[in-house]
């Protein structure tokens, strides 16, 4: 079922980057052998690989999705069969882990303006429907490379439910993982005037963004938005409200959004998290010109868009 029948139009029109809801995963037939098989066969199906964590793409005019067919695969040494993503527009789409096969990259192409490239250069520019094919394609694919070997015996794991489930071959054991992605809350501080932005080590040149931190064991969203601000900056919070999510498959994680107010100012940066922490005005922030000392998050992302939210309630 797609999401779109039972939530109405206003998530449609309000909906974060690869969150899209046009895909019909249809999850009640992944057991069913034949009929995937009738799918994978047809000449409706659409095959995406991943390639060492990358995506193959069309690099004509603009970046679109490129496909391989159910022939293109039978000359590949596959590991395991394709995965189904599901159907869109009556295609049925799958995706297939190339990465174990050391051949030149020519060799994955179906057309001379493709190639594989990482989907966090490019996926913002993409359509929100082939960006969230994609990015589904390589973080399930992720979460594959890291469950081959049982978790609880260390055996090895076999694939099952048309790639959504693998389970223990050692029948003492047998048990089942399914693909998981991990929880982290990302959060818009603000005083009414202005807002927390911070840069970690890691960030590109130059950018600042909001505070996020992953979900640990006993809590809940609320605490451990909470808890990551504290641990960050030294603030503490009142008016935590959710507002929105996001897939981040860069590797496998689940952003989720929040806006809170600060009952205190004066910040103490963790030197071991963060290089710098301040806080910024709504004018500051519209100034920003690709030239300044400081740049916002990607427009892709989910904290570019808590951000520019809270600018344009001015």
Same mark, same amino acid.
């Given at each position: 079922?797609r999401?779109?029948?039972?939530? $109405?139009?206003s998530?449609?029109n309000?909906?974060?980057?690869?969150a899209?809801?046009?895909?019909? @995963?249809q999850a009640?037939?992944r057991?069913d052998t034949?009929?995937?098989?009738?799918?994978?066969?047809?000449q409706k199906?659409?095959? %995406?690989?991943?390639? @060492?964590?990358?995506?193959l793409?069309?690099?004509?005019?603009?970046?679109?999705?490129?496909?391989l067919t159910h022939?293109?695969?039978?000359?590949l040494?596959?590991?395991?069969?394709?995965?189904?993503? $599901?159907?869109?527009?009556?295609?049925s789409?799958?995706?297939?882990d190339?990465?174990?096969?050391?051949?030149?990259?020519?060799?994955?192409q179906?057309?001379?303006d493709?190639?594989?490239?990482?989907?966090?250069?490019?996926? $913002?520019?993409?359509?929100?429907?082939?960006?969230? %094919?994609l990015?589904?394609a390589?973080?399930?694919?992720?979460?594959?490379?890291?469950?081959?070997y049982? $978790?609880?015996?260390?055996? %090895?794991?076999?694939v099952?439910?048309?790639g959504?489930?693998? @389970?223990?071959?050692?029948?003492?054991?047998?048990?089942?993982q399914?693909?998981?992605?991990?929880?982290?809350?990302?959060?818009?501080?603000?005083?009414g005037?202005?807002?927390?932005?911070?840069?970690?080590d890691?960030?590109p040149?130059?950018?600042?963004?909001?505070?996020?931190?992953?979900l640990?064991?006993?809590?809940?969203?609320?605490?451990?938005v909470?808890?990551?601000?504290?641990?960050?900056?030294?603030?503490?919070?009142?008016?935590?409200?959710y507002?929105?999510?996001q897939?981040?498959?860069?590797?496998?994680?689940?952003?989720?959004?929040?806006?809170?107010?600060?009952?205190?100012?004066? %910040?103490?940066?963790?030197?071991?998290?963060?290089?710098?922490a301040d806080?910024?005005t709504?004018?500051e922030?519209?100034a920003?010109?690709?030239?300044?000392?400081?740049q916002?998050?990607?427009?892709d992302?989910?904290? @570019?868009?808590?951000?520019?939210?809270?600018?344009?309630?001015?």
């Amino acid at each position: 079922m797609r999401l779109s029948e039972f939530t $109405g139009d206003s998530l449609m029109n309000s909906k974060n980057f690869y969150a899209t809801v046009s895909l019909d @995963r249809q999850a009640n037939r992944r057991s069913d052998t034949a009929w995937i098989n009738g799918k994978l066969n047809s000449q409706k199906s659409r095959i %995406l690989p991943v390639w @060492r964590d990358q995506s193959l793409v069309s690099t004509g005019k603009s970046f679109t999705a490129a496909y391989l067919t159910h022939e293109s695969l039978q000359s590949l040494e596959l590991k395991d069969k394709p995965i189904f993503l $599901g159907s869109l527009n009556d295609y049925s789409y799958f995706c297939v882990d190339l990465s174990h096969l050391d051949l030149p990259i020519e060799e994955f192409q179906s057309g001379i303006d493709n190639d594989f490239i990482d989907l966090r250069q490019i996926g $913002g520019v993409m359509s929100p429907d082939e960006a969230n %094919l994609l990015a589904y394609a390589r973080g399930i694919n992720y979460w594959h490379k890291r469950n081959v070997y049982c $978790g609880v015996c260390g055996k %090895l794991t076999i694939v099952e439910e048309s790639g959504h489930q693998r @389970r223990c071959k050692n029948k003492k054991c047998n048990t089942i993982q399914f693909p998981r992605t991990d929880s982290a809350c990302i959060v818009l501080v603000h005083n009414g005037d202005k807002i927390i932005l911070a840069r970690a080590d890691r960030f590109p040149p130059k950018m600042q963004s909001v505070l996020a931190g992953f979900l640990e064991p006993g809590e809940s969203l609320e605490d451990c938005v909470a808890r990551e601000v504290f641990e960050e900056v030294g603030i503490h919070l009142t008016d935590i409200h959710y507002r929105h999510s996001q897939p981040w498959p860069f590797p496998s994680s689940l952003m989720v959004g929040f806006r809170a107010r600060a009952v205190s100012f004066d %910040l103490r940066p963790d030197e071991k998290e963060l290089v710098s922490a301040d806080w910024f005005t709504r004018r500051e922030l519209k100034a920003i010109t690709p030239e300044s000392d400081i740049q916002l998050p990607r427009k892709d992302s989910i904290a @570019r868009r808590l951000i520019d939210e809270w600018l344009e309630e001015d």
